[in-house]
DNA sequence: AGATCCTGAATGGCGATTCATTCCCATACA
DNA sequence: TGTATGGGAATGAATCGCCATTCAGGATCT
């Protein structure tokens, strides 16, 4: 009749990413068979074809659509908490309450895409650069406000931060389980860490 | 893993290591195809498998033999030093001038060990261990000599520790020359912020 | 000669990608 | 109402390129 969509279509393509998000988690990117993710979704092989370019394709609009829906669950999450401080506790609860609600999506943002030298090195994480950028700008917020030191780079800061939490998470996540730490303890030794570490002293 | 060189002998499996490390940096370990070692190193494509099982062996063995040379080099470089945090400075120091040195094989080390879900998932990096078990001691003693927090978990300020060390070598690297900050500059934030972070105040 | 070491072309397997074919259904027409 | 038709969507078996690995000979020593 109308304009209504006749075939599923949004449909296909949501199944076909939450497969290639489980079975990229499960096998890692290099051993998953575009079989296997078909399978999963319940399509064809050839389907794949008809949503993504390619293998690689997948995988990086699993980044950029899911990393959008990141970055606003963050900036809602930090944008009622004023204190810079404050906020880089709230950062690393926020990374993560994902971590451990979508276990499948964290393995594959902080695992597998690693693994693509094409995002390495030749692709641009833009989407990246913007997360870790809200973080920067608390830093430099903090620094404005006489609350963090002045002589910290904000940008090594940064990493940092990012690298200390991307570890502990990406351990937490590979031994499962048997992890020797929890995620939220490890959240707030960490907050912590910096926070003594950055703040500005009198 | 390498069992025992069944025979052959001079400095064939040298230049073969050197090469991988080379190659394995340049283009990444599955993108390195072993016809590639061989030509570098300057022998046949069959040699390499009288030296080594297979690619993966080979990059494994990068490892195992590689860090027991840093592990040894870390050694010596803390052994001289008493005071707790004035190690953890000299780890961060100690673990950059490997970065600059042998870029290709921190490279390699770095990043391209980690695209090896065997490495990850199914191998133990005992090595790997090792090496942070060494800063892992550093906090136990600096607690029990009351110069670091007791409620800091020596893990999860280790894993924080290398995350964070790591993530900002891993950026030096991949930016190459456009590198926004310095590496000793890096390590002396770094170092910083762990150790106004950790240590016990009065 | 025999043993050891090395060579590199040939092989084989894997799995991403393609594309000829089929399916589905909205619309048009009788 | 029944049937034809056009074309987009989906299928999945076949293809095809890539490259790690092998191995039947050579080369080089003693």
């Known amino acids: 009749m109308t304009q209504a969509d006749p075939a599923p279509r949004g449909d296909k393509r949501e199944r076909i990413i939450d497969a290639a998000i489980a079975v ?16 999963r979704a319940g399509v064809a092989d050839g389907t794949i074809y008809l949503y993504f370019r390619n293998k690689e394709d997948l ?9 959008d829906l990141i970055i606003a ?8 908490i004023d204190d810079p401080l404050e906020r880089i506790h709230a950062f690393a609860l926020h990374h993560y309450s ?3 609600r979508e276990r499948a999506l964290a393995e594959v943002l902080q695992v597998e895409l690693r693994l693509s030298n094409r995002f390495l090195k030749e692709y641009r994480p833009e989407k990246l650069w913007k997360y870790l950028g809200l973080f920067a700008q608390v830093v430099r917020d903090g620094q404005e406000r006489g609350v963090i030191r002045a002589d910290m780079d904000p940008f090594i800061v940064m990493w940092a931060f990012f690298g200390a939490i991307d570890e502990l998470g990406m351990q937490w996540i590979l031994a499962r389980k048997k992890a020797r730490f929890k995620l939220d303890q490890a959240a707030h030794q960490v907050a912590d860490i910096f926070i003594q570490g950055i703040q500005a002293r009198p």
Chains 1, 2 share one sequence.
């Open 24 to 39: 990229f988690a499960d096998r890692g990117f290099h051993k998953a068979r575009v079989t296997d993710i078909a399978h």
């Open 59 to 67: 995988l990086l609009t699993i980044f950029e659509e899911k990393m």
């Open 73 to 80: 669950s963050l900036k809602a999450t930090l944008a009622p």
């Open 98 to 100: 994902l971590v451990r």
